[in-house]
């Protein structure tokens, strides 16, 4: 089941990454280098093989039937604590599989903590969930240069209001298919 | 390098003036309060644009420590001592009389003389000649105020002293607008020093006052940086990988302590600013952040949760030698301590939730200062009397006080989303 649902979500992933990849500031010179004007936070891959992600016609991947858009982005957490959920496994298999047979494709993995507790320690705790999703990854065979984490702490509340309900939506990792 | 940042989504600004000051509202007072008078002060020019002996009035009646007579209580208004009928004032039971007058002087100043009076000895503590002109009324009230203060209750006054504090509003979905913002020490006169899309936190001063470290995420990635407040110019400090967080001025203000993730997990630095040189002083799995630096300069304390929960450690630079400060409760972090290093205030929890806590490190003892339960970052006035910290009031994010004993309290409410991450300023020259 996992293998058919990460199967349907790898080809429409693939225009999704593609559309991204035309508004992104990385750009491909006419020599096959390949030169970014972003952060410079993912340069381990060789200038050969992004061309064929972000310069090929614009057919390309039109032909599948599902989405990665479909799969779970958002994955919670309980309280101060950074462990993947059971609820969130199938999910995370299912991008890591994608992102293991598509070493082009990256995503950004965005820790956030809800309001409870102090700012830089939720800083921190953000960031252990962010890692964690990033460790099931790596386990699921995605390699490291395919992912980036970032905490935003509880700066970003998915949900403003301090009941139960919006601090568990409030403690969250994002998973964001990024162009690099 | 000093890196100037003008993109759109980010706009720097020195002297624009948001008009959301945030207003104080007393909600505990000490149980016997001084009972002070200020007279209005003797001005026979145009209208002023501030009304000076209401700042001093206001001042003093934030502190606490002191009932302020109102106006129209007052039976006459003397300007000078000869006007002064001590009788009148001692029996509408004011212990302390304030007068003084306005007048103009050469060049468009203006000098403000002010006297202080014990009402039952009937005898003048101390008067004043001040200069100022009609655009730093403000700093001359607060400079007054701040001798009064220090006058009756033998501590130096800190309402001359100024406040940094983060606004942020949700505009829509995924979309937010932060400020950082500078006020007087009682709220007025807000300017705003920073604004972002994106987050700003974890602001702190110089010891000398003059720069402010803090960190945003305007580069998509959390970074620290060091702004002078006279120019607006800044420098974009460090920017690795992961966390770049809670910057902390060491006393001598030459070097910067401060969380960076880049090796895996948050540990504890310490950015010597001459050199750039960054030495790493802790080790440890768990999450080390929060650092605070002890009066001397020899001691960092700082949150880890390696004892299974956050705690407060310190760390003796010069040993090595580690040590748990915290005990009580299974959640104390974020520590600021007073200038004479005696108290450590921190955020507890307990069962109602997040307070503010004071620990004497004398003693060991701790006491719970507030109520509310999503109470966050305190900070402490540079003469020790008062903790100014976050909390949430319907459903918003407002700034409160509270002094070190918790008799003294009030909220500073707002009306524009969220006030968060005061600092409070040392003493300014």
């Known amino acids: 089941m996992r293998v058919s649902s990460a199967a349907k979500a790898i080809s429409l992933a693939l225009s999704v990454v593609w559309v991204v990849g035309c508004s992104s500031p990385s750009t491909l010179t006419e020599d096959g280098d390949l030169s970014s004007s972003a952060n410079g936070s993912a340069t381990t891959y060789g200038a050969g093989s992004g061309a064929g992600m972000s310069g090929s016609g614009s057919g390309s991947g039109m032909g599948g039937s599902v989405d990665v858009a479909n799969l779970q982005t958002v994955f919670y957490f309980d309280f101060d604590t950074s462990s993947v959920r059971n609820d969130s496994i199938a999910d995370l298999e299912a991008h890591a599989q994608y992102l293991a047979t598509h070493p082009q494709a990256s995503v950004r993995l965005e820790g956030h903590a809800d309001e409870r507790g102090t700012r830089e320690y939720n800083m921190a705790l953000g960031e252990r969930r962010a890692q964690a999703v990033e460790r099931f990854l790596a386990v699921n065979g995605v390699n490291g240069s395919q992912v980036e984490s970032i905490s935003f702490g509880e700066e970003k509340p998915a949900f403003m209001g301090s009941g139960e309900d919006s601090l568990s939506q409030n403690r969250r990792v994002e998973l964001k298919y990024v162009a690099r | ?429």
């Open chain 2, 1 to 429: 390098m000093i890196k100037r940042l003008l993109a759109g989504a980010l706009l720097l600004v020195s002297a624009l003036t948001v008009r959301a000051d945030l207003v104080v509202e007393i909600t505990q007072g000490v149980d016997a309060p001084t009972p002070v008078a200020v007279v209005p002060f003797g001005w026979d020019g145009e209208v002023l644009s501030e009304d000076v002996a209401k700042i001093v009035s206001d001042d003093l009646g934030r502190s606490g420590f002191f009932s302020m007579m109102k106006r129209e209580s007052m039976l006459s208004a003397p300007r000078s001592r000869d006007q002064v009928f001590f009788r009148d004032w001692r029996i509408s039971g004011s212990d302390y009389l304030v007068i003084g007058r306005l007048q103009p002087a050469t060049n468009g100043q203006i000098t403000a003389t002010v006297e202080l009076y014990d009402v039952l000895k009937e005898r003048q503590i101390w008067v004043e000649t001040v200069n100022g002109n009609s655009n730093n009324l403000r700093d001359v009230a607060h400079y007054i105020a701040d001798q009064i203060f220090q006058q009756i209750t033998g501590i130096k006054g800190a309402f001359s002293t100024r406040i940094v504090y983060v606004t942020a509003e949700m505009l829509g979905k995924d979309k937010y607008r932060y400020r950082l913002q500078m006020a007087d020490s009682d709220g007025a006169r807000p300017r705003t020093i920073l604004e972002s899309k994106e987050p700003i936190l974890s602001p702190t001063w110089s010891k000398d006052g003059s720069k402010l470290a803090y960190v945003s995420f305007e580069s998509t990635r959390p970074s620290i940086y060091v702004q002078h407040l006279a120019t607006g110019q800044r420098q974009r400090i460090q920017s690795f990988k992961g966390l770049n967080g809670a910057p902390a001025w060491s006393p001598q203000g030459d070097r910067l302590a401060l969380v960076l993730s880049k090796d895996g997990n948050p540990e504890i630095y310490i950015l010597t600013l001459a050199t750039g040189q960054l030495e790493r002083v802790t080790r440890h799995y768990g999450i080390d952040t929060e650092p605070t630096w002890a009066p001397d300069g020899e001691s960092l304390l700082f949150t880890s949760d390696r004892g299974g929960m956050p705690q407060i450690y310190s760390l003796h630079l010069p040993t090595k030698n580690l040590k748990r400060i915290t005990f009580e409760g299974k959640y104390n972090s974020r520590g600021r301590l007073t200038q004479d290093g005696r108290f450590l205030s921190m955020v507890h929890q307990d069962a109602s939730g997040f307070h503010i806590a004071v620990q004497d490190l004398k003693t060991g003892r701790l006491d719970i200062l507030t109520s509310t339960g999503l109470d966050e970052s305190p900070t402490i006035a540079p003469n020790g009397s008062i903790i100014l910290y976050a909390t949430k009031k319907g459903g918003r994010g407002v700034l409160a006080g509270v002094s070190l004993d918790g008799r003294v309290r009030f909220t500073m409410p707002n009306t524009q989303g969220d006030v968060r991450e005061p600092a409070w300023s040392p003493f300014l020259q």
